[in-house]
């Protein structure tokens, strides 16, 4: 009995230790870092131990001991863990993948960051997700995104990076949808702009958008915190546009509606150069902008207003007009001066001789500059005596210095006429002394016309020669056949009217008329030999010689084989009419071997004579359109 006793006593003492290792090693592990309330911790505390002791007490008064139990290293009973269990879990915070919530920094390494979320474990997430933040320290309250409630070996998966980006991305759409003003830092500049960081997400600053007046260096806005406006975004291209223009604007727009209630034409204020243009200047009024043109910057003229102003200067403008509905306000600068006119000499009057510096050059004139802001018209008709019409850049250059003539002077209307042309003698005014009739003289050839030539025979006097007056002999149907432009010609002047200025020249006068021999040796029923130089549907063309040409009529062109003539040919023909006057020589091959053309040609001869005679003695009494009727007559007979 008693070795019984003992090896029961042996039994009961290595269940016991065995229970109260086993008891330890099942305990569940409680983290200390988790927030659970003192309560439910007294309470897992009692019924862990209320359990404990009811186990002890059976083991030692139970005959039936349970040895699978004992084998198994099991000391809870089903229901009694399912309690457990169920304590344990009510401890816990309710975590669902991929849900952002707040953790506790409880560890910080050079390689990983231990962040508490209140649950089962903690979260290890990796340093490098948190080098923006150079401030970070344990007890810092940081967004954790639940990749994974636990991995393969039970660790909770958490992300911090993406975390903050889902929240900017919440924080960026509300703001949008919200109208709302955030912050963001200005990182660097980029092309057409910079780039901000708002909530951790790279934005995009049109450079039109920094501000309402144009920037001149993006570089110092590098590193600035600013606030912004979201005007858009687009999460599939992750692309985010914001601007701090619409800000300023916003407050602008009442600043603006003040000011231009207050407005009144005349007003002189005081602003700051905000922007210069080639065509004027943008002045900030504190609030509103105002344009000064370039021709309201001074009284004279200027290339570029940055002859006048500098960007940030401080000037006085005077207010010239303004649309309140458009928000635009004129300006002028000059208007604060007196007007040059003002101080001109009273004294200056038409006539007088001045000195002045070419401004502006068109092709109608220049515009001579006399003393700033005072300026006057020298028209390019009043820079020479020439008639030619030319361009005043062939006269004049800007910039050039000149004597000129006053012509008009209107203070009023503070207008101005010069002219040079006057500073010389008028070559007209002695013109009959000059070129008298008859004289011959050397001309340059300046331009052409349909029915003559335009010389020159001084600067300012052009003479005509009549294409009638070119040649004797030659018959010219336009000038260039005869001549060209810049070419020298001999010319005799024919007639001058000093009124109107004109000059009618000759060329073929300098040498005697040769249809006065012509007429000897080409008279009326002279036989001649001839060549055939063209052949036309009414008749041919043959040379005399001397230039002179003749023509034979169709029917009179036949040769004696009843033939017609031919081009090259050389035949004898027979004058049939001689005109000095018209130039003219008809001939007639069949005159020289028919008889009866011979008759008919003196017939036709007696008759024209005696028509032309009539037809002279006529147009003495006849009106312009007898006339007229009596010449087409006289050409038809002469043709026949």
């Known amino acids: 009995m008693a070795k019984e006793n003992k090896d029961e006593n042996q039994i009961d003492e290595k269940t016991t230790k065995k229970k109260v290792k086993s008891s330890s090693v099942k305990k569940p592990r409680i983290n200390s870092s988790s927030k659970k309330s003192e309560a439910q911790k007294d309470e897992l505390k009692d019924k862990i131990s209320a359990t404990t002791k009811t186990k002890e007490v059976s083991i030692k008064t139970d005959d039936n001991f349970n040895w699978d139990e004992l084998t198994n290293n099991e000391i809870y009973s089903k229901d009694e863990r399912s309690d457990l269990e169920k304590t344990y879990t009510s ?79 919440e924080k960026v759409n509300d703001a949008l949808a919200n109208d709302l003003v955030v912050n963001g830092k200005i990182k660097s500049r980029t092309k057409g702009g910079m780039i901000v960081d708002v909530f951790g997400i790279e934005c995009f600053l049109p450079g039109s958008q920094i501000d309402v007046k144009p920037i001149r260096d993006y570089d110092e806005y590098v590193g600035k915190e600013m606030e912004f406006k979201v ?103 000059k208007q604060l001066g007196s007007h040059p006119w003002e101080a001109l000499d009273p004294n200056l009057k038409v006539g007088d001789i001045v000195d002045g510096k070419v401004v502006v050059v068109a092709d109608y004139g220049v515009f001579v500059e006399l003393q700033v802001g005072v300026e006057a018209l020298l028209h390019v008709s009043e820079m020479s005596w020439s008639t030619h019409l030319r361009s005043a850049n062939d006269f004049y250059s800007k910039g050039d210095t000149l004597k000129a003539q006053i012509l008009t002077l209107d203070r009023d209307t503070r207008k101005m006429s010069l002219g040079v042309k006057q500073m010389t003698p008028d070559p007209w005014a002695d013109i009959d002394k000059q070129f008298p009739l008859g004289s011959d003289h050397k001309v340059k050839v300046r331009n052409f016309t349909n029915f003559g030539i335009f010389v020159e025979l001084v600067e300012g006097v052009d003479g005509l020669i009549h294409i009638s007056d070119l040649s004797w002999t030659k018959k010219i149907k336009h000038p260039t056949e005869f001549t060209k432009v810049d070419a020298f010609l001999d010319v005799k002047v ?42 036309y549907d009414r008749g041919v063309l043959v040379d005399l010689g001397n230039a002179i040409e003749g023509f034979v009529p169709k029917r009179h062109a036949e040769k004696e084989d009843g033939s017609f003539i031919s081009k090259g040919e050389k035949l004898e023909f027979k004058v049939i009419e001689f005109s000095k006057e018209n130039k003219k020589i008809l001939l007639s091959h069949s005159a020289t071997y028919n008889d ?45």
Do not use: C
């Open 91 to 169: 401890t816990l915070p309710n975590v669902i993948a991929k849900q952002v919530i707040d953790g506790k920094v409880v560890t910080i390494t050079d390689r990983e960051v231990v962040v508490d979320i209140n649950f089962k474990s903690d979260g290890v997430i990796s340093f490098n997700e948190f080098k923006y933040n150079d401030d970070l320290k344990i007890g810092d309250i940081v967004e954790v995104l639940i990749e994974k409630q636990e991995d393969k070996t039970g660790q909770l998966i958490l992300s911090h990076r993406r975390a903050r980006v889902l929240r900017a991305w």
């Open 494 to 535: 024919l007639d001058i009217d000093k009124d109107n200025r004109k000059i009618s020249l000759g060329h073929k006068q300098l040498t005697a008329n040769p249809w006065d021999s012509y007429e000897e040796e080409l008279g009326v029923n002279k036989v001649i030999e001839a060549e055939v130089i063209d052949i």
């Open 231 to 333: 005007v858009k975004v687009n999460e599939s291209f992750k692309n985010v546009v914001v601007s701090h223009k619409a800000l300023i604007e916003a407050d602008l727009a009442v600043q603006t509606k003040e000011i231009m209630s207050k407005l009144e034409k005349g007003q002189v204020l005081e602003g700051t150069v905000k922007n210069i243009t080639s065509y004027g200047v943008f002045v900030d009024l504190g609030g509103i902008d105002g344009l000064i043109h370039i021709t309201d910057l001074s009284w004279g003229r200027i290339s570029h207003p940055e002859e006048i102003v500098n960007l940030d200067e401080t000037i006085n403008v005077v207010i010239l007009d303004f649309d309140e509905g458009k928000s635009r306000i004129q300006l002028g600068l």
């Open 596 to 640: 009866e053309i011979k008759k008919e040609v003196e017939k036709k001869k007696k008759t024209t004579k005696k028509v032309i005679r009539k037809i002279q003695e006529e147009q003495k009494q006849s009106t312009l359109g007898d006339l007229d009727e009596l010449t087409t007559l006289k050409k038809d007979l002469e043709n026949q």
